[in-house]
């Protein structure tokens, strides 16, 4: 068995997962009409590289901490359906290759898990290793969960998720024969050099340089 890692915004899908998820909560007045303008500023840092992650995610999650848990999982049963017609066909016909080869596949992203899972939904992905919220009683706090899954922490999160799923391969990523990991941006370096089988999609010019140098294949997906 061989293992295939994919990065979500900008990768499996070509726009924001969150930025997505904050529309639909506007058209429904859960969040307020300038939500997007706040969540765009932060897209803006993410870009420069100086966003503060968890900043981001207290503005984003902790209006949602009035609502049930059960309440937000069915917005995100709506928010799938609603999705569903905007995942590029060429994507999912990769993971789709992937899963027929028999690969363990997984959706690894620092988006918020409750965002990231209706979209390993709709590409058939059972595993998902995300950020996760802070939880207390059935209500979310607006608070991460240990270290966001960004960054460094990326290849830690994939580490100890392999170690959980995987107990019997010793060595985490070292224990597959090949690896893939399929990544738009330059923040996830950490994790690209250590799959043996790096991809660059639709990357940022950093990563998009990077890779050439490197020698790693770099797509620009149909829709």
């Known amino acids: ?35 997007p303008e706040t969540y765009l500023a932060y897209c803006h840092e ?14 984003t999650v902790a209006p949602l901490s009035v609502h049930p848990r059960g309440q937000i999982d069915a917005w995100g049963r709506e928010f799938e359906a609603e999705m569903a017609g905007q995942v590029p066909r060429s994507m999912q016909a990769l993971v789709a290759r992937h899963r027929e080869a028999g690969d363990l596949c997984a ?13 390993a939904r709709l590409f058939g992905i059972t595993q998902v290793v995300a950020t996760e919220a802070e939880v207390k009683g059935d209500y979310l706090t607006g608070e991460i969960a240990g270290e966001p899954c960004y960054r460094e922490h990326k290849l830690t999160h994939v580490q100890g998720w392999l170690a959980r799923e995987t107990p019997s391969r010793t ?18 370096l950490p994790l690209l050099r250590a799959v043996s089988h790096p991809v660059a999609v639709r990357p940022d010019p950093s990563l998009r340089e990077h890779a050439l140098q490197a020698g790693w294949p770099v797509i620009d997906p149909a829709p």
């Open 1 to 35: 068995m061989n293992l295939a890692l994919f990065d979500l915004d900008h990768t499996l899908i070509p726009f924001d997962s969150g930025m997505a998820w904050t529309r639909f909560l506007v058209a429904r007045d859960v969040l307020p009409p300038e939500a």
């Open 46 to 59: 993410y870009v420069a590289g100086t966003l503060d992650i968890h900043a981001m995610h207290r503005v």
């Open 107 to 119: 959706i690894v992203t620092a988006t918020t898990r409750f965002i990231a899972e209706p979209f």
């Open 171 to 188: 060595g985490g990523l070292q224990a597959f024969e090949k690896s893939w990991f399929y990544s738009d941006s330059r923040s996830d």
